[in-house]
C-alpha cells in the first residue's frame, strides 16, 4: 500500500495508481496512534431504514397521530430521507417533525394536542417504545444480514487483540434485535462483544459524545486509541468530540452529506476488503470513495 502523504514532487508527477484510485491524501504525519478498540454503531451493522420508516407507520397508526385532527400521520420515502439528511443531535426524526410542522393529537392524550413540555415528551416517549418494539419485531420477522465486511473487520479486530463494541442512543430492545441479525441469536450476550451501550428507556437522555465516552470507558481504553464506525454526520460529529477518530460506511440516505474529519467515507467495510484492521492500525490513508480521484501527467 502507497502512502501518498509520504510521496515527493517528483514521484507524483506522471503516476497514475491503477489500483484503489479514490484513495485520498492525509494532511497529517505518517505515524500511527495506538488503536486498542473499534466501536460500531447499530446503523454500521444492518441497513434497515427501510424497516425504521415503516415501524414509525405503524406507531402513528397505532396512536391515531393526526396533524389535522382526521388523517393518520404516515411518513414518506421523500420525507423520512430528509429527515435522515437533515437530524440533528439530540434530537430524534420525530422531535425534529413535529417541531418543524407542529404538534399531533394523539390516542396518548385522549385526542388532544400536547401543549405542554411534559405532555410532549410523554407523546415522544410514548411513539418511540412503540416504535422500538415494532422494529424489533419486523427484523425478528424479516432478517437483515449484516451489511458487508462487517463479520470479516470484527473477525480481522478479535484476532488483533482489539476491544469490540456496540454504542448507540437507541432503546435496548432495538438494539439487541439489530445485534441478533448482524451477529446471529446464538452469539452469545451483547452479540459476543465487549461492550454494548443503548438506552434502558425512553425517558432516558444522553448525548451519543457522551454514551460513546462511556463506552471507552467500559472497555477500559481512551478516546484516542478508539475508532468508531458510523453512518451519518451526526454520528461523525459526536465521535470526533468524543477524542476519537471516525470512518463513515454510508447509507443511500445519508451518501449527499458532508464528512469533513472523518478517516475513510466509504459505501461499505467491504468484502473482499475496502478497510482492514491493519490499515486501522496502521492510520496510513484517508479515503472518500464518493470522489474518484486520480493524479495525471498534466503537469508535464
Known amino acids: 500500500m502507497i502512502n501518498q502523504a509520504c510521496l515527493s514532487t517528483r514521484q507524483v508527477r506522471g503516476w497514475c495508481p491503477a489500483a484503489r484510485p479514490r484513495v485520498m491524501p492525509r494532511r497529517s504525519t505518517c505515524v500511527a496512534r495506538a488503536l486498542k478498540a473499534i466501536i460500531l454503531s447499530d446503523g454500521a451493522l444492518i441497513e434497515a431504514e427501510d424497516l425504521q420508516l415503516d415501524a414509525h407507520n405503524k406507531a402513528f397508526e397505532h396512536f391515531q397521530v393526526s396533524l389535522d385532527g382526521h388523517l393518520t400521520l404516515q411518513w414518506s420515502d421523500r420525507v423520512f430521507r430528509e429527515l435522515i439528511q437533515r437530524a440533528e443531535q439530540g434530537i430524534t426524526w420525530m422531535h425534529a417533525y413535529f417541531q ?8 396518548i392524550l385522549k385526542g ?11 407523546v415522544l416517549q410514548a411513539i418511540e417504545e412503540f416504535k422500538s418494539a415494532a422494529y424489533a419485531e419486523m427484523l425478528q420477522e424479516e432478517g437483515t444480514e449484516a451489511r458487508p465486511g462487517v463479520l470479516r473487520v470484527i473477525s480481522e479486530a478479535r484476532e488483533a487483540g482489539l476491544k469490540l463494541a ?6 435496548r430492545t432495538e438494539v439487541a434485535a439489530v445485534l441478533a441479525n448482524a451477529l ?7 452479540g459476543g462483544l465487549d461492550a454494548v451501550t443503548t438506552r434502558d428507556s425512553s425517558a432516558e437522555r444522553v448525548t451519543h459524545t457522551t454514551a460513546l465516552r462511556n463506552t471507552a470507558a467500559a472497555l477500559g481504553v481512551e478516546p484516542k486509541e478508539c475508532v468508531v464506525v458510523d453512518v451519518d454526520k451526526n ?38 476488503a475496502s478497510v482492514t484492521v491493519q490499515e486501522l492500525q496502521q492510520a496510513r490513508i484517508a479515503q472518500d470513495d464518493r470522489v474518484d480521484f486520480n493524479i495525471t501527467n498534466r503537469f508535464r
Open 166 to 171: 456496540v454504542c448507540s442512543t437507541a432503546l
Open 235 to 272: 454520528g461523525l460529529e459526536c465521535a470526533l468530540k468524543a477524542g476519537m477518530r471516525c470512518i463513515v460506511t454510508y447509507t443511500a440516505n445519508t451518501k449527499a452529506q458532508a464528512f469533513p474529519g472523518a478517516e475513510r467515507i466509504i459505501a461499505e467495510l467491504g468484502f473482499p
Open 112 to 122: 388532544e394536542v400536547p401543549s405542554s413540555a411534559e405532555d410532549k415528551m410523554r
Open 100 to 107: 418543524r410542522h407542529g404538534w399531533p393529537s394523539t390516542t
Open 184 to 190: 446471529g441469536s446464538d452469539s452469545g450476550p451483547n
